[in-house]
């Protein structure tokens, strides 16, 4: 301000003096007076242009340079220009976060919905579109409840009592692949409220087979452990005979036998299922396997078939070894060959063959010509508890768990099950192991371990 009085002065002295100095032959003093008008005339009219250029650049979109107007003016600009540069980089790194944010909410494995007072979306991530059917964009500023109308879902809404988490079908449901949601609402803000859901679908269905698992077990334990119980009794209170003693008892040993193998299998899986992959260095003896196997499946035919025991055929044909846990292996063809003569009428015919496929993988094959099973059992036959018939199963002393067994052996060696059955014409089941499990190893002329 001090230089705009100094300058205003400056140009009606300067007028004034250039007046005098015209004036002074003539001696006509009030012509200092006129310069000096026209001094501050000029200053006045270089100062309004100034303005003229600093209005128009305050109203361009201040992205050129200040022009070179000068004086107050200049410097008044200059502050105008810093002032709307720190503003532009606040919005900037205000937009920026923003956007970091919503990206964040973007990447969340949970749906997110942000809606406004009036319930309506105000932002939603893909996660959340695909659980509720929505449109990212096209369903920005629509009423939640319009749009997702499972009714459970309207009446949580309309309840506003969001300390809960309400469980409700996804958009993608069908009866064949359900999809299950865990969805909560939390107010924030003036009235805001933010929309978390979950995919609960797995979570649900580990839950009811954990379930099914406790209820199954439960029924095969209580089965022998009631008629144990009624034999104790039995035993307890009446008189018997030296011979009839002798069945009961050996009736209870059965029961006790069979508790015994339920509670070995389980343990058979869920050692399977806790323990670590399997070491593929370790390397068996196929042929050494098909011995153990031959001598097991000959045992129990004996004990199930007495005079008439099974025809058996044991083929080894793979020379070489298969490489991983060698008791997890024997466990999962052994099941395979258990199963044959449980399953095989006494006197039928069973084969068991190893050999290779051409391009070093190993295949491991049980046939037999018992009863066959019906399409319709067969992709549910390596189910725990799964039985074609359970009477027949449970008198063979099965536990509903030994095919479950291979299933997952299989899985821990990257091997392949197939099982190929029709009622009436007996069984094939198939191990077929890849050569990376084998193929080395057979070439590799180690010892045996
Ligand atoms: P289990 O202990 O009952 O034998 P598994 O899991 O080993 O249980 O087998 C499941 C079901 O598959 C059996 O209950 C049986 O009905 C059927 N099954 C398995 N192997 C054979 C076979 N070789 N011949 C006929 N049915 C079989």
């Not at 996804?170 to 865990?182: C, E, F, I, K």
């Not at 063959?353 to 049980?366: C, M, P, T, W, Y």
Request: with cysteine; glycine share 8%.
């Amino acid at each position: 301000m001090f230089w705009r009085i100094v300058g205003f002065l400056g140009y009606q002295l300067a007028g004034a003096t250039a007046g005098w100095l015209l004036s002074i032959k003539a001696d006509n003093h009030v012509a200092a007076l006129w310069g000096c008008l026209m001094g501050a005339t000029i200053w006045f009219v270089l100062d309004a242009l100034r303005s003229v250029r600093a209005s128009r650049y305050l109203r361009s979109d201040l992205v050129a340079d200040v022009p070179p107007v000068g004086g107050v003016w200049g410097d008044l600009l200059e502050r105008a220009r810093r002032s709307f540069r720190a503003k532009d980089k606040e919005r900037l790194d205000a937009h920026n976060r923003l956007h970091d944010f919503l990206s964040a909410l973007q990447a969340s494995p949970n749906g997110v919905v942000l809606l406004d007072d009036r319930a309506c979306i105000e932002w939603c991530n893909q996660t959340a579109a695909t659980h509720f059917g929505l449109d990212p964009r096209r369903d920005l500023q629509q009423t939640i409840g319009n749009l997702v109308r499972d009714p459970g879902f309207v009446a949580y809404l309309a309840r506003r009592e969001f300390d809960r988490a309400l469980l409700m079908p996804g958009h993608d449901n069908t009866s064949s692949r359900p999809v299950r949601l865990s969805v909560q609402l939390h107010p924030y803000g003036e009235g805001r409220l933010l929309l978390l859901s979950s995919d609960v679908t797995a979570l649900e269905q580990a839950e009811a087979m954990r379930r099914d698992f406790v209820a199954n077990v439960s029924h095969e334990i209580r089965t022998p452990l009631t008629v144990l119980a009624g034999f104790v009794e039995t035993l307890q209170t009446l008189q018997l005979s030296a011979s009839e003693r002798a069945q009961y008892l050996a009736l209870m040993a059965a029961q006790a036998s069979r508790m015994q193998s339920l509670v070995s299998d389980l343990l058979t899986l869920s050692r399977l299922e806790g323990s670590p992959a399997p070491d593929f260095s370790h390397r068996t003896a196929v042929s050494g396997l098909m011995q153990r196997l031959e001598q097991d499946a000959r045992a129990l035919s004996a004990v199930m078939g007495g005079e008439l025991s099974h025809q058996f055929q044991f083929d080894c044909n793979f020379p070489g070894r298969v490489g991983g846990n060698a008791s997890e292996l024997l466990s999962a063809m052994g099941n395979l060959v258990s199963n044959a003569v449980r399953y095989t009428p006494p006197g039928g015919c069973i084969n068991v063959s190893a050999s290779a496929a051409g391009d070093g993988r190993l295949v491991f094959e049980v046939r037999d010509t018992g009863p066959g099973i019906a399409p319709e059992h067969l992709p549910r036959l390596t189910e725990r508890f799964y039985r074609v018939d359970r009477s027949r199963s449970r008198e063979s002393g099965g536990t509903g768990l030994g095919l479950a067994i291979v299933k997952h052996v299989a899985q821990r060696h990257g091997a392949e099950l197939s099982i190929q059955s029709k009622p009436g014409q007996g069984s094939v089941f198939r191990l077929t192991f890849p050569s990376a499990r084998t193929t080395e190893i057979f070439l590799a002329d180690s010892p045996d371990d």
